[in-house]
């Protein structure tokens, strides 16, 4: 089946499966063995050698989504990252990253790159300038995560691709808050495009797993690192993700279009301060984000006003529960200054632009309406505390 002709929502339900040629059933059969007949040098199956029929066949479905040629699964997003990064990063190399990313990629690096004799730098923002002064003659990689976490900054994917191509770097991205749905980097020119699967891949807050897609060429490079550090996916969760991306493009519309919704009402409401969404006109980046993706995912940031109590806030809602984790189905919502900010001083959370009233929320799939009543239930119960407080 050639990508070019058939529709996201096809490529979701169709491409990639097991045929179940012994029963003719709907589905992917389901292959638990660690153990295989040996075939020849080159098809030995083994689960660690991410070759197994279920694996196979669910890399062909987010290459395919991609628009590329390969992809391989693993047990985590962090797994498929750091694998990624140390396919092509060896000893006195040099690596180029955007200042905001995920909080564990940044420890991978700050923990793990020094014993290793690899070097780093983090961008001081987002712009051409910043990227390029970062870059060292023994630089090989650059790698940037669009939309960033939690301001929803845009990086320029076109750009960034371009600079790498330059100097002959390999150029990595972070895609799991755009998912494949929303942005495709490999279209503009981005080699490596890499997910935490937990999250909308995954969709349901119930699995752990990541991915990686890229030309063969690469994925053959990144295998070669993986099959010795060992992070591949059990079958049971890949078949597992196999059906969660079957409605991957459904459900991340779904994000979308309610997360639009809510970052418009939020954005008019006297007790928010600011909204932070790439589909947001107000938003900086607004442009860029039009440019390169074709929905603006589920997630979003905005800004209580000082008055309010975070945590208050966060107590007060019924529906939309707390959680570190983010892009299930159902929304959810947590405050970055207590949490993946936390360690970090008030000056240094103040220089990055988080505000101890800022909150991250994740915009699930349910009614909006019932979303915005949850929302005005909670603004009702802590600012009358408030005022009857300040009074
Ligand atoms: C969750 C997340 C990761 C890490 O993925 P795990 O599956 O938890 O290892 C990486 N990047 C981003 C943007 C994430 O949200």
Redesign the pocket.
Known sequence: MKSKSLGVNTICTHVGEVEDKQFKGAISPLYMSSSYAYENVDVKRYPRYFNTPNQEALCKKIAMLEHTEAGLIFG????A?STAMLAFLQQGDHVVLQQTL?G??FNFVSEEFDKFGIGYTFTNGFSEADFVSAIQENTKVIFI?TPS?PLMKITDLAMIGRIAKERGLVSMI?N??ASPINQNPIDFGIDISIH?A??YMGGHSDI???AVAASEVLIKQIWNKAKNLGGSLSDYTVWLLERSMKTMAIRVKAHNRNAKKMAKWLEKHPLIEKVYYPGLKSHPDHALAKKQMRGYTGMLSFELISEIDANRFMEALQLVKQSM??AGVESTILSPAKTSHALLSPEERERQGIADGLMRFSVGIEDKKDLIADFEQAFEKVSTKQLQKTN
């Open positions: 985590s997003g962090m797994a990252i995920y564990g990629t995560e976490n972070d799991t808050f935490s937990t999250k752990c797993a990541g984790s983010l």
